[in-house]
Nanobody, 126 residues
Framework: VQLQASGGGLVQAGGSLRLSCTAS????????MAWFRQAPGKEREFVAA????????YYADSVKGRFTISRDNAENTVYLQMNSLKPEDTAVYYC????????????????????WGQGTQVTVSS
């Protein structure tokens, strides 16, 4: 399984970015997808997750109402729309997935995910 993340960049506070993550190597539509982030000197933290069929989503409190996760199973791609960005959102963002086929439960611990993208840098200036 390979995950390729893109879409990061430099944006001013209050701005928006959309991250993309394209998967290959297996049937994308059978597995949940998630986004995590890691700021310098900090542990990797959960951002958002979506179930295999898109019916269930789960967000960290810090991004709820500002970020939206979505997926296009026909394109094998998951997205993270980030609005009202804040300097504290600055981090490397990673997409992730696991091996639990058709699982509806969404997980927010990094160790529960098996495959990771390479990360894309998001920098929000004040």
């Amino acid at each position: 399984v390979q995950l390729q993340a893109s879409g990061g960049g430099l944006v001013q506070a209050g701005g928006s970015l959309r991250l993309s993550c394209t998967a290959s190597g297996r049937t994308f539509s059978r597995y949940k997808m998630a986004w995590f982030r890691q700021a310098p000197g900090k542990e990797r933290e959960f951002v958002a997750a979506m179930s295999w069929n898109g019916r269930t989503t789960y967000y960290a409190d810090s991004v709820k109402g500002r970020f939206t996760i979505s997926r296009d199973n026909a394109e094998n791609t998951v997205y993270l729309q980030m609005n009202s960005l804040k300097p504290e959102d600055t981090a490397v963002y990673y997409c992730a997935t696991d091996r639990r086929e058709f699982e509806q439960r969404l997980r927010d611990r990094a160790y529960e995910y098996d495959y990771w993208g390479q990360g894309t840098q998001v920098t929000v200036s004040s």
